[in-house]
């Protein structure tokens, strides 16, 4: 699906400080198709991970993943923000620029930051490399809305959390939404899947965490008046938008825990008692 017609030999068209920009006149210009249908979610999850790549939207967030050692495949940016690379060793990776109506028809959207970059994966490391380097982590079951996981990212990188953990039915981490919300913080912080679910749950416990499970029944323990053993290497177990956890997540946890809330207010979005939760568990850190 990711096939089209070439638009005919093309040149460079100007000089960058360090790599030839290459101009793009044709959407469906073969040399793009690592950029082809980004909004089509179904789409992009069959083509990126089984070709080993991910896109990713806007300087910063390209910028953040060079320096963490993503190898990029491509650049694709409107014509008039090419200067923005133009410091970047962009190695063996071709720069192609278009005018905003090709960058539209070709990816399906309005690129309003005006830079894409296709990147190559690295390997993920496996839950017991990741667990292990840890002191204290999140667990993510059936968390697929990607704007949830990359917000979960950027609340872990900020607020002391030192990796994810994720079910195997979460989301990927890689897709552009989740990298685009966490504003590259998905490169920051290291995660990995477990291969079983929700046995992944004793493994987290046998790497010396306390497992939490988030839910807002009332009889679990007010997040704040956990004691120090649980907080001292805790693994926050979080579930899905609307359903939660699962009753066999929570079954397998070692201490269920709430945020009380007021005027009645159930829960909040899991990205948001995310934040909440971890601020609690590390308000005491040294910053």
């Given at each position: 699906m990711?096939?089209?017609?070439?638009?005919?030999?093309?040149g460079?068209v100007r000089?960058n400080?360090?790599?030839?920009?290459h101009?793009i006149?044709?959407?469906?210009d073969?040399?793009?198709?690592?950029?082809?249908a980004?909004?089509?979610v179904?789409?992009?999850?069959?083509?990126e991970?089984?070709?080993?790549?991910f896109?990713a939207e806007g300087e910063?967030?390209?910028?953040?993943?060079?320096r963490?050692g993503y190898?990029?495949?491509?650049?694709?940016?409107d014509?008039?923000?090419?200067?923005?690379?133009a410091?970047l060793?962009?190695?063996d990776?071709?720069?192609?620029?278009a005018?905003p109506?090709?960058l539209?028809?070709?990816?399906?959207f309005?690129?309003?930051?005006g830079v894409?970059?296709s990147?190559?994966?690295?390997?993920l490391?496996?839950a017991?490399?990741?667990?292990?380097?840890?002191r204290r982590?999140?667990?993510l079951?059936?968390?697929?809305?990607?704007?949830?996981?990359g917000?979960?990212?950027?609340?872990?990188a900020?607020?002391?959390?030192?990796?994810v953990?994720?079910?195997?039915t979460?989301?990927?981490?890689?897709?552009?939404?989740?990298?685009?919300?966490?504003?590259?913080?998905?490169?920051?912080v290291?995660?990995?899947k477990?291969?079983?679910?929700?046995a992944?749950?004793d493994q987290a416990?046998e790497a010396?965490?306390?497992?939490?499970?988030?839910t807002?029944?009332p009889?679990?323990?007010?997040?704040q008046?956990?004691?120090?053993?649980h907080?001292e290497?805790?693994?926050l177990?979080?579930?899905?938008?609307?359903?939660?956890?699962?009753?066999?997540?929570?079954?397998a946890?070692?201490?269920?825990v709430?945020i009380?809330m007021?005027r009645?207010?159930?829960?909040?979005?899991?990205?948001?008692a995310a934040a909440?939760?971890f601020?609690?568990?590390?308000?005491?850190?040294p910053?």
């Open positions: 990711f096939t089209g017609r070439g638009s005919g030999p093309a460079p000089q400080r360090r790599v030839p920009v101009q006149t044709d959407p469906d073969d040399r793009i198709a690592d950029y082809r980004l909004t089509d179904e789409l992009r999850t069959r083509w991970p089984p070709h080993g790549l896109i910063l967030v390209l910028r953040r993943a060079l963490a190898p990029a495949r491509s650049y694709l940016v014509a008039k923000r090419v200067d923005q690379l410091d060793d962009t190695g990776a071709p720069v192609y620029a005018t109506d090709v539209q028809r070709a990816t399906g309005h690129v309003h930051r894409l970059a990147f190559r994966r690295k390997p490391p496996t017991t490399e990741v667990l292990a380097t840890a982590a999140v667990i079951e059936d968390v697929n809305n990607h704007t949830n996981l917000a979960v990212f950027r609340g872990a900020a607020l002391g959390i030192d990796a953990l994720l079910s195997p979460c989301a990927d981490p890689l897709y552009r939404r989740s990298v685009r919300v966490s504003m590259g913080e998905v490169f920051a290291p995660y990995a477990f291969e079983r679910w929700p992944g749950l416990r010396g965490f306390t497992v939490l499970a988030m807002p029944a009889d679990a323990v007010p997040i008046r956990l004691t120090a053993a907080r290497r805790a693994a177990l979080l579930g899905a938008e609307g359903p939660g956890l699962t009753a066999a997540a929570q079954a946890s070692d201490v269920r709430v009380p007021r009645g207010v159930d829960s909040l979005n899991v990205a948001a909440v939760a601020w609690e568990l590390g308000r005491d850190d910053l």
